[in-house]
């Protein structure tokens, strides 16, 4: 849930005054329709004035992730808390995210995120993301600087908190200032620019089907359709189609990067101020601005439909490739926290990029044969900044395994300024599936990875 500037300069609505209508919840969320299954839900169900399920969400504190950008990344102002006061069950089914002023005028609210951080299309199939919610029920004035949303970040994002927007943000529901519109937007590549127009992202907006956004629950829903050729991505309120992206809008590493990771956890927030609704009706919130208004969550449905998913292989492959080959980095089985880029290095081809700390990259069925090998070299480049440095490093079998060798780097003079570094490994035979894994002290991306090979 970024900043939108250039996107919203022609989306600007008038403030309007909802009608006052009775809402009424679902019981729970409805089954899937033919086709589709169940991949997670929760229905919020539970006694009143208790917190979601510990099972199934985190809930965020403060003003920002540890290391990460100041007031989320997005200017909003208020102060997340777990009281019950900001976020709890209503007892009727729902969940009810609710932001508070104090008598000094600190704001306070809410925002969770799923503890599942795998929701990922499969393959030749679709993921669908759904939440029937009703947004905070206020308008006009009263509403300046409410910010509720229902989203999903690329799951490498955890962690790291710099690599934004690489790793990709489906925006399912947002809203500002009590707007009678939904927005839907997709934020990728690099900021600012980039493919997705950062900070704004690439977004549509339409006002909600029947009763407004604030005065009644609607449905919101995101598809990642695999199923097709080019890929899409889409989104609907009330199952009416209003935005739509497809693959070849996007330069390959582009959709690469967000996509091919391990899948997307799931938001939902009531904010404060912030970039967007600043943007429109700046500076929020005001003194007008009326707190107590909650956004009230019936559920939180992912389905699929299609597609299956194919297990990694519990033994290495035969004819695996060799240790004393030139193995390149992109070329993983599986990985958390990196993308890939094209790279300027002698050869061409692509590098991995965005590697920090607790990021890895697994290479199955690496052949090192009878003689052992006791050399690693790998081909690094890194931008990172004055005091910035971290372990490229090797394991064989499992990323709980120790070490086999390692060696630092900090700096190279740029992030496509490429050097071969060295490095001693225990004695090593046979067939293992390596991972490179990689450790800093800060939280900071310290390295990219070209290519690298074993010696003997």
Same mark, same amino acid.
């Given at each position: ?129 759904? !939440?029937?919610? *009703?947004? +905070?029920?206020? /308008?006009? $004035? ?7 949303? =229902?989203?999903? %970040? ?91 992206? !497809?693959?070849? *809008?996007? +330069?390959?590493? /582009?959709? $690469? ?7 997307? =956890?799931?938001? %939902? ?188």
């Amino acid at each position: 849930m970024r900043s939108r500037l250039t996107l919203i300069a022609s989306l600007a609505a008038p403030l309007l005054i909802a009608a006052s209508l009775t809402v009424v919840a679902q019981a729970s969320a409805p089954p899937p329709p033919a086709g589709w299954s169940t991949v997670w839900v929760d229905d919020f169900d539970g006694p009143a004035n208790t917190l979601p399920s510990s099972a199934n969400w985190i809930i965020d504190t403060g003003h920002g992730y540890p290391g990460g950008p100041a007031n989320w990344g997005t200017g909003e102002i208020q102060n997340y808390t777990n009281s019950t006061s900001n976020l709890a069950l209503d007892g009727t089914g729902n969940l009810r995210i609710t932001p508070r002023r104090d008598g000094a005028g600190n704001w306070t609210s809410a925002r969770i995120e799923t503890q599942r951080s795998n929701f990922k299309a499969p393959a030749n199939g679709i993921l669908a993301i759904e !939440s029937r919610l *009703q947004m +905070p029920n206020v /308008t006009g $004035n009263a509403a300046l600087g409410y910010w509720p949303a =229902f989203w999903a %970040l690329g799951s490498p994002y955890r962690g790291n908190y710099w690599n934004w927007p690489g790793i990709g943000e489906f925006d399912i529901m947002e809203n500002v200032n009590g707007i009678n519109s939904v927005w839907g937007v997709l934020h990728c590549g690099v900021n600012p620019g980039g493919p997705c127009n950062e900070t704004s992202g690439l977004g549509a907006s339409r006002v909600c089907p029947g009763a407004s956004c604030q005065s009644a629950f609607h449905t919101y829903r995101f598809e990642w359709d695999t199923s097709i050729s080019p890929n899409q991505l889409r989104w609907y309120v009330d199952g009416q189609q209003y935005h739509t992206l !497809s693959q070849n *809008q996007f +330069p390959a590493d /582009t959709w $690469n990067n967000m996509t091919s990771h391990s899948g997307y =956890f799931i938001l %939902l927030n009531v904010a404060i101020g912030g970039a967007f609704p600043d943007a429109l009706n700046g500076p929020t919130p005001r003194p007008e601005t009326v707190p107590g208004h909650p956004m009230v969550v019936d559920y939180v449905h992912v389905t699929s439909k299609g597609g299956g998913t194919t297990p990694p292989p519990t033994t290495p492959p035969p004819g695996g490739s060799s240790a004393y080959s030139t193995l390149q980095a992109e070329s993983s089985q599986q990985q958390s926290g990196t993308g890939v880029e094209t790279t300027t290095d002698t050869g061409g081809g692509q590098n991995l990029m965005q590697v920090g700390n607790g990021d890895w990259a697994l290479y199955r069925g690496i052949d090192f044969g009878s003689q052992a090998a006791t050399q690693f070299t790998a081909r690094v480049a890194s931008g990172a900044g004055n005091g910035v440095s971290g372990l490229v490093e090797v394991r064989l079998d499992s990323r709980s395994n120790p070490p086999i060798g390692s060696f630092a780097v900090g700096n190279t003079g740029g992030w496509q300024s490429w050097r071969s570094v060295p490095a001693n490994i225990a004695a090593t035979t046979g067939v293992h599936d390596v991972y490179l894994t990689f450790t800093s002290g800060q939280p900071a991306d310290f390295v990219n990875v070209n290519w690298f090979t074993f010696g003997r």
